[in-house]
């Protein structure tokens, strides 16, 4: 059981933190009141729901800035109820939040009627500094732009490693039309078809028979392991990039044979490199 405490100044990338961890497998609740943060730590302690085993909540200075105080002591009864839990903290230099707000027009929450922007942003560092000093990681994210913000968060949960691409992949027939909103085409036509074989015509690229005729051309073999090495090699440059999802589509003329091998060895191999994969044959649906 996992939970992450994601708080920190107002401007200073919340919101970006908690959808990098959502994208991570996270369960996020953002604004959780701090009067809550108890009962949360209860439930995860008590629950056997597996969706549960990784959370990440957000708090901020909203509510009862008193109870913040206590945000050490609630940290260390969810680590003796053996719960990894962890405090996140983000901050940025006075000047450089005043900018964002000015920029973005946002209002501040903490702003009132006779409450300037510049004191909003120092009673908010007042109040949460009891959390800063208990933070397992501070990031200042003044001179940090969005991509190295979910850089430095999953460098931090991961030690460096890139959470694993999801990929979908999906066979088609071109005589259809191309798939929308994929990454990535490919065009198999040009391999040996199966269709001109009287006894392969009415199967499928599942079928081992048709497997076995596509194996025995070089082209095929070639052509597969070149698609293969392609992606062995940029996947983790997406991976390093913060994708999450990665959409490829492989056509062929009907969408029956070369499409739904290709489809499926791409699929066995990427499962093999630790990738979730769904695989979808569109024109056998």
Known sequence: MQLIILSGLSGAGKSIALHTLEDMGFYCIDNLPFF????LVLGLHETLDEAFGKTAVGIDARGNPEALRRLPDLALAAQERGIDCRVLFLETQLETLIRRYSETRRRHPLTQADRSLREAIQLEQEFLEPVRK?????????????????????????GGESPKISILLKSFGFKHGVPPDVDFVLDVRCLPNPHWEA???MLTGRDPEVARFLESSA???????????????????????????LTIAIGCTGGQHRSVYMTERLGERFESLGHTVIVRHRELS
């Open 36 to 39: 809550l943060l108890q009962d």
């Open 134 to 158: 208990r933070a397992d990681l501070v990031i200042d994210t003044t001179q940090t732009n969005v991509h190295e913000l979910r850089d430095r968060v999953r460098g931090w949960l991961l």
């Open 199 to 201: 006894e392969l015509r």
């Open 219 to 245: 082209e095929v073999t070639r052509m597969r392991e070149d698609i293969l090495a392609f992606f062995e090699r940029w996947i983790p440059r997406f991976e390093t990039d913060g994708r999450s999802y």
